[in-house]
């Protein structure tokens, strides 16, 4: 499984799983030379916060049979294919509805797959080595000494 891709459900549903945020907060920290808030990403559940969920096509449908379960702002970003937060779009599916609703049982089986646990692991590895590199060279520019700053 890789991000950034669409993935259509049997339902119809065609939804794409986007990582931007989190590489939008990969090139600040790297620009900025800083990376507080990538060191606050310690887990693959860290990761989610930074994922969204875009609903392509068969948004109508999707939010027919979850309609007790959803909100005006979700309606409303998933009609205008907006993305969704990722922990916002899984909200949406309860283990307990899967045998009326084919939509949450495929998005479980998706999300629960083997390719997503390795990307997401790839994703966090990416994310601890630029960690490294960025407390690198704050530490190599620490090091340096007074007189070679000067012209």
Request: some cysteine; overall charge negative.
């Amino acid at each position: 499984m890789y991000l950034d891709k669409i993935y259509e459900l049997q339902t119809g549903v065609s939804l794409k799983i986007s990582a931007s945020a989190l590489e939008e907060l990969i090139s600040d920290a790297i620009n900025a030379q800083k990376n507080s808030e990538l060191e606050s990403i310690l887990s693959i559940s860290d990761l989610c916060r930074y994922l969204t969920v875009t609903v392509v096509d068969g948004a109508e449908g999707l939010i027919q049979r979850r309609e007790p379960w959803i909100d005006q702002s979700t309606r409303a970003l998933l009609m205008e294919a907006k993305p969704l937060v990722f922990d916002n779009f899984c909200g949406l599916f309860w283990r307990t509805l899967d045998e009326v609703d084919p939509d949450g049982d495929e998005w479980h089986q998706l999300i629960a797959s083997d390719q997503f646990y390795d990307y997401m692991t790839l994703l966090l590895n990416k994310v601890r080595a630029i960690v490294r590199d960025l407390q690198h060279q704050r530490e190599s520019m620490l090091r340096l000494p007074l007189g070679a700053c000067r012209t």
